[in-house]
C-alpha cells in the first residue's frame, strides 16, 4: 500500500508541475484574443489543485520509487498527462468526445501525431499551441524514459545503455538518475527546439507556426498547424530546416550531448547507430527518387527529389510530416518509408519503433547464425560497436522484438474484426505503434483519424502507449507475476 | 571438386529414379487416351537417360554425402526435379514458357500448390495427374527433409528433433539416416494416401479426382483438377474427409508413426505440437463461424460452419484448397486463415511455414523475459513438453524466424517495386514462403498466378524454394563462408 502511496506522491508532484505548462496557451491565448483564455486558466487551476490535493495527503509517503514501480510510474504518467490535457480540447471544441479528445492527446504525448482534428488552419491558435506543446513535452519524457528508465528497467535489451550517459550517477534508484541526466540532454533538447524556432522564423514561417512546428519536430511528433502539414509552407527552405532538425532528432541525444560537450563529431563516429541511420535514409531516398523520377510524376529529377527526400525523411524518423499526398506515388514507396519509421529511430532519440540497435542486432544474430550452420564449434560472440553483447541482452532484444510484432498482429486483426479494411487498420496500427502517426488509404496522409469508431480510437490510442513504452513496459503490468507479494 | 562429383551421381541416380515416376502418367494418358503418351514416354526417357549418364560418368565417385555438402544436395535436388518435370508440361500445353512451367512444377514440389494453369477441368488427365504427383513427390521429399536432413544439418533450431525418430540409426552420415527414416515414415505416408483415396472415392469422386485429391492432399499441395477447387464437388462428405486428412497431414509424421507402431493416441498427447495445432484451429473455426454468422452470409449457423472449417483447415494447414470464394468474406476471415498457414503446421509435417514448434518456442521466450523482467536473478529455463530446451536452440530459432521475417518484406517490397498491389503482394508472398498457394486479391482464391510477368513469377517460384528449405538451407549457399576452403 505504501508503495502505491509513494507513486501517488510523485504522480501528483508531476501533475502540479503539468499544470505551468498551461502558461504558455493561456498567453497565446489572451495574444490572440481567441476566446480559450477562461478554457485555459480553469484546466491550469484544476491540475494544479487536483494535484497538489494528491501529493499533500501522500506527503507522509515521499521517498524513493522502487524500480519495479518504475513500470506502474511510467504507464501511469503517460496515461494521467494525457487525460488531464483533454480538458481544454473539450471545452474549446463544442462536441468533441473524451474518446477522441484522448487519442489527440495520447497522440500528441507519445509523439505520434495522429490527428482526428479536422479544420486545423482555422482552430484556435492556443489550442493548436497546446497540441504541439503536448508533443514537445511528450519528447521530455521519452528522453527520460529511453536513456534512464528503460536502460533501468532493463526493457528489451536497453540495459546495454545503461552506463553510457556522462555523469556521475551509477544509482539504483529511479531519482536521482532521471534527475541528471534529464538535465543534460533536455538541456540539448531545449537548445536545438530554439535553434529550430529561430531557423523556422528566418524562413518564412510566422513566429507562431515556427514555435509549434519547432515543437513537433524535435519531438519528432508530427502535429501540424495545417491540414496540408508541411505541404501548405511549399518552401524548399523550410523543408529542408525541418529535414535536419527531424534528423538530429532521430539520433541519440546522448550523443549530442557527448558531441557538444567535447565540441567534435567524433562521437557519432562511435554511435554505432547514427551511421547506420544516415546510411538507411540516404539510400532510400536515392532509391526512391530514381524510382519516382521513372514514372514522370514530377517534371525533373530535382522536384522528386525534394519530396521524395522530406517525406522519407519525417516517415523513416518517425514524424509524420507530409509535404505532399504521398499516396498517389506507386504503392511501393508509401509503403516502403512507412516499414522504415519502424526501424530507423536510434535509441535515447525522441523516435518510435523497434530502435535501429535491435534491427542491427537481429541482423547480426541472423548472419551468426548463418556462420554456425557451417561452423558448429565456433565461438562468434556479437558487437555492436566494439562491445561484445551477453546472450542476456540478445535474448531481451529478440524477446521485444517478439512482442512488438505479436502486437501489431493482433492490433491488426481486432481493427479489422471491426470491419476496418486491412490496409487501413495495418497501416494505422504500424503508424501507432512506431509513433509515426499517418498511415495509409483511410488514415493516409490526405485523410486523418476522425473517422474511426469509438472502439477504433481507444484500440489506436492503446497502440500507440504501447509502442513509446516499448511495449513490455505496459504488458508487464498485465502478468499476475508483477501483482504477487 | 571430389564433392561435386559425389552430390552429382546421388543426383543422377535421384533423376533416374525420378524417371520411373512417369509411369503413372503414361498409363493414364493411355487410359484416357489424351494424347500425351509421348510426351510423357519421352520425359522419361530424357529422365533416366541423362540420369543415368550423369551417374555413371561420376560413378568413381560415389560415397557419403558430407554433411556440410547436405545443402547443396536440397537445393538442386529440388531445382532439378521441379526443372525436369517441366517438360511434359511444355510440350503438352502449347504456348506455356519454361517460366510458367517452372512455377507450376516448383509449386508441385514444394507443395505450395499455386497455379499459372487456368482451365484445369479441361487439362489433359494425365497433366493434371502429373501436377497432382508432383505435389505427393513433393510431399516425400519433405519429409525427409524436416525429420532427417535439416535436423543435421542443425536447421533453424531443428536439431532438436535429430534424436527423435525410433529406429537405430544414430550415424552423422546423410545417408543411411536418410533410408531408415524415410523408410519408416513413407509407409505411413503411403497408408494414409491409399486410406484417402478409398475415402473419396465411397464419397463420390471418380477415381482419378480421388487419386489426384489424394495426392495433394497428404502432401498439403493443394493443387485440384478444377478451377473451383473442391468448390466444384459441393460435397459435404468430400470436405470432411479432406478437413481429416488435412488434419492428418499436418502433424508430425513421426508421431503418426510411433500411434501406429504402439496402437495408442497416447504419442499425440506427448508431441507438444498436436494439441495446440488443433486447439489453434478448433478456436479460429469457432470465432470464425460466429463472425460470419453476425453478416448473414449463409442462411443459418451450420452452412458458415461448414465453409469456414474446410478453408479454415485448407489455409491454417497450408493446403489451400478452397470450397468457396472465401474472399467475399469480411477480410478478417481470409486475412486471419492466411496468417495462420504461416504458424500452424507442425515439425515433421507436409506443411511449410515457420511451424508450431517455433512460435510455440517463441512465446514461451517473450513469457521468459516478461518474467525475468521482475525476478532478473531467477532461473527461468525454456520447456517444450519436458525437455528443457538449449540457447543454442532457441538462439538458431530466433535467427530463423528473423530470417523469414526480413524474406518476407524483402520479397514483397520487390514485387510491389514490380508495380505488384500491396494486397496481393504480400499476401503472394505469405503464400508461397509458406507453401500454402492462394493469396488474395489479383492471385486469390478466385483468381490465380497467370497475370504474373516472368519476373514477378520467378520471385514467387524462388520464394516457395525459400519457404521450403527453411530460408536458412538456401541462404547458406549465398555465404562466402559456404565457398571458403
Ligand atoms: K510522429
Ligand atoms: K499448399
Same sequence: chains 1, 2.
Avoid at 1 to 22: E, K, N
Avoid at 223 to 246: C, K, N, Q, R, W
Amino acid at each position: 500500500m505504501q508503495r502505491f502511496c509513494t507513486l501517488a506522491f510523485v504522480l501528483g508532484l508531476i501533475l502540479m508541475i503539468f499544470g505551468l505548462t498551461y502558461a504558455l496557451p493561456i498567453a497565446t491565448s489572451i495574444y490572440f484574443d481567441d476566446g480559450m483564455t477562461e478554457h485555459f486558466l480553469r484546466g491550469m487551476s484544476l491540475n494544479i489543485g487536483v494535484g497538489g490535493l494528491l501529493a499533500s495527503v501522500t506527503m507522509q509517503f515521499r521517498g524513493d520509487v522502487k524500480t519495479r514501480d518504475g513500470y506502474l510510474l511510467v504507464a501511469f504518467f503517460w496515461l494521467l498527462m494525457a487525460s488531464a490535457a483533454t480538458l481544454p480540447l473539450m471545452w474549446g471544441i463544442p462536441g468533441l468526445s473524451f474518446t477522441d479528445a484522448f487519442f489527440e492527446t495520447m497522440s500528441g504525448f507519445t509523439t505520434t501525431g495522429a490527428t482526428v482534428l479536422t479544420g486545423l488552419d482555422s482552430l484556435a491558435p492556443s489550442l493548436n499551441l497546446w497540441r504541439h506543446e503536448l508533443n514537445w513535452i511528450g519528447g521530455l519524457g521519452i528522453i527520460v524514459l529511453a536513456v534512464a528508465i528503460l536502460p533501468l528497467l532493463g526493457v528489451g535489451g536497453m540495459q546495454l545503455y545503461k552506463a553510457e550517459i556522462p555523469g556521475p550517477v551509477k544509482d539504483s534508484k529511479l531519482t536521482p538518475r532521471i534527475t541528471e541526466t534529464a538535465r543534460l540532454l533536455w538541456m540539448v533538447y531545449v537548445a536545438y527546439t530554439l535553434l529550430c524556432i529561430v531557423s523556422l522564423k528566418l524562413a518564412g514561417m510566422s513566429w507562431f507556426d515556427a514555435v509549434c512546428h519547432a515543437f513537433s519536430t524535435l519531438s519528432l511528433g508530427g502535429f501540424s498547424t495545417h491540414d496540408a502539414s508541411i505541404g501548405y509552407f511549399d518552401s524548399p527552405a523550410i523543408e529542408l530546416i525541418i529535414t535536419v532538425f527531424m534528423m538530429l532528432s532521430g539520433m541519440n541525444f546522448a550523443t549530442h550531448y557527448t558531441a557538444l560537450h567535447n565540441i567534435s563529431v567524433k562521437p557519432y563516429s562511435l554511435d554505432p547507430e547514427a551511421i547506420p541511420m544516415l546510411g538507411i535514409i540516404a539510400t532510400t531516398i536515392l532509391l526512391c527518387s530514381f524510382y519516382i523520377w521513372h514514372f514522370d510524376i514530377y517534371p525533373d529529377f530535382l522536384s522528386g527529389l525534394r519530396y521524395i527526400s522530406f517525406n522519407t525523411v519525417s516517415l523513416a524518423t518517425g514524424t509524420g510530416y507530409s509535404s505532399t499526398n504521398y499516396e498517389v506515388w506507386p504503392a511501393f514507396i508509401p509503403w516502403l518509408i512507412l516499414f522504415l519509421s519502424g526501424v530507423t529511430p536510434c535509441t535515447g532519440s525522441t523516435g518510435g519503433g523497434i530502435k535501429l540497435f535491435r534491427a542491427l542486432l537481429l541482423w547480426k544474430q541472423a548472419g551468426r547464425e548463418l556462420f554456425s550452420l557451417l561452423h558448429p564449434h565456433a565461438v562468434n560472440p556479437i558487437r555492436i560497436g566494439h562491445t561484445p553483447i551477453a546472450n542476456k541482452i540478445i535474448f531481451a532484444v529478440l524477446a521485444f522484438i517478439f512482442l512488438y510484432f505479436i502486437s501489431i498482429v493482433l492490433m491488426t486483426f481486432t481493427l479489422m474484426f471491426t470491419g476496418m479494411d486491412p490496409v487501413s487498420a495495418f497501416s494505422a496500427v504500424m503508424a501507432c505503434i512506431n509513433n509515426t502517426g499517418p498511415g495509409l488509404n483511410t488514415v493516409g496522409p490526405a485523410a486523418n483519424y476522425a473517422h474511426l469508431n469509438d472502439f477504433q480510437t481507444w484500440l489506436c490510442a492503446i497502440t500507440m502507449l504501447l509502442g513509446r513504452l516499448e511495449v513490455f513496459t505496459l504488458v508487464v503490468l498485465f502478468t499476475p507475476t508483477f501483482w504477487r507479494k
